[in-house]
């Protein structure tokens, strides 16, 4: 009974990760449309890029945990280097560490 009843919540909480991660994903999505077109493609397309390897290189130096200042890091890093306002260096920096765990979530997987 025991057993039956754990395996119910596991069924359950795996739906729950999955709608969770839906909204997640259309969410980031959505806020990375809005930052294009306020910004251009040409510009978006750059600072996606650069975003991308900045996180990356973050993550390197910093290691594992401290995930606040990592975050802080990067952001400050575009605010002051691209001109960007906090909330569009936000964006730029969530959809890079979304893109980075994707990745990684990915490459576990195969090896197992």
Do not use: W
Not at 66 to 87: H, P, V
């Amino acid at each position: 009974m025991r057993e039956a009843v754990l395996q119910v919540f596991i069924y359950i909480l795996q739906a729950v990760i999955v709608v969770l991660g839906t909204f997640i994903v259309a969410y980031v999505k959505k806020r990375l449309e809005l930052l294009q077109q306020k910004i251009g493609q040409e510009r978006y397309l750059l600072l996606v890029e650069v975003a991308n390897n900045l996180v990356k290189a973050i993550e390197q130096t910093f290691g594992a945990g401290q995930g606040e200042l990592k975050r802080s890091e990067a952001i400050k890093f575009l605010m002051q280097n691209f001109k960007l306002t906090e909330d569009e260096a936000e964006k730029l920096v969530e959809a890079a560490v979304f893109e980075m765990n994707k990745v990684l979530k990915g490459s576990n997987t195969m090896q197992q």
